[in-house]
């Protein structure tokens, strides 16, 4: 894409302040300018002062990385959850279909239950972007909602679910291994839980390869032909325990100490939301239609812990 191609299209960016936010500003700056604002600058739980941030800005494309993450507290804050998940992105959505722009928006594994039916060989497959919703708790719910109010508003959009995201900043499972690892000899992790974990680097360039695809096929226009829902994590699957053991290997190979790692069940770890206990995405969809593929879950996280001090 030309300088030209990209000179006076703006980027609206929500949620700067978190992890993949952080990436986004990178890696949307080769399609347009990006105007980022974190959490001091709008209230995404204010539908009003939400649409006049929008209308202020007048951007040709809304990207929202902003969400309430935190799972558990969400059991006991539901309201908020469907505020910052839900009504927030119902009010994006209502704000593109209004200025004819496209809206890309982040959702998560949470939307599904953790328990396709296996296979004849009793395997379980992934989830793809046909397999019913099942969301078991407040998080995923308020998550659903959003999707579904953007879904129903017929603006042009990208709904990106995603699944298990780390970053070198921010708090997500990396992070608090390495904490816990500095206070403590032995960590108990979860075993029979898997997903897809997913750096934000990767989703980020992913996400801007896809827009750049799209905007080269003819703009919002194209946006509207393949826009809708798919499933962008990186490639394999593992558990919690085999995600820790790939990051304290990292420890060994500098000679640092390695803390005792034991694999452990759900029940022998109980958290106030139920989590998904197979959240496997299957992200054929967009390598079909952008030929856009995210590394292997290893390969990215080698090269997020090379950018760690050591």
């Known amino acids: 894409m030309t300088a030209r191609a990209r000179e006076g299209r703006r980027i609206l960016l929500l949620g700067r302040d978190g992890q993949l936010g952080f990436e986004l500003e990178r890696t949307l700056s080769t399609l347009g300018d990006v105007v980022a604002c974190g959490r001091g600058d709008c209230d995404l739980a204010d539908p009003a002062a939400l649409a006049a941030h929008i209308e202020a800005r007048r951007p040709d494309l809304i990207v929202n990385a902003a969400a309430y993450t935190a799972v558990d507290a969400a059991e006991d804050d539901e309201a908020l959850a469907i505020a ?29 239950d953790g328990a396709p039916a296996a296979r004849a060989d009793g395997t379980r497959p992934p989830y793809d972007e046909t397999q019913p919703v099942a969301p078991q708790g407040a998080y995923g719910r308020s998550k659903l909602a959003g999707e579904e109010a953007i879904r129903l508003s017929g603006c042009a959009h990208f709904i990106f679910r995603t699944a298990w995201v780390y970053a070198n900043r921010g708090r997500n499972f990396l992070n608090t291994m390495e904490r816990l690892a500095a206070e403590r000899e032995r960590l108990s992790i979860v075993d029979d839980q898997i997903g897809n974990p997913t750096w934000a680097r990767s989703l980020a360039e ?62 022998e770890y109980p958290t106030r939301a139920k989590r998904p206990a197979w959240s496997v995405l299957d992200c054929k969809k967009a390598c079909a239609t952008f030929g856009v593929q995210l590394p292997g879950w290893q390969a990215a996280l080698a090269l997020c812990l090379a950018e760690r001090p050591s």
């Open 206 to 267: 992913a996400t801007a390869q896809i827009l750049a695809v799209s905007w080269a096929q003819g703009g919002a226009a194209a946006l509207e032909r393949v826009g809708g829902t798919y499933h962008l994590a990186c490639a394999g699957a593992a558990s919690w325990f085999q995600f820790a053991q790939a990051i304290f290997a990292r420890w060994g190979d500098e000679g640092r100490p390695v803390p005792q790692l034991v694999p452990i069940t759900t029940p």
């Open 84 to 112: 910052v998940n839900a009504t927030a992105p119902a009010t994006l959505a209502a704000e593109a279909r209004r200025l004819g722009i496209g809206l890309v928006h982040f959702s998560t594994d949470y939307v599904f």
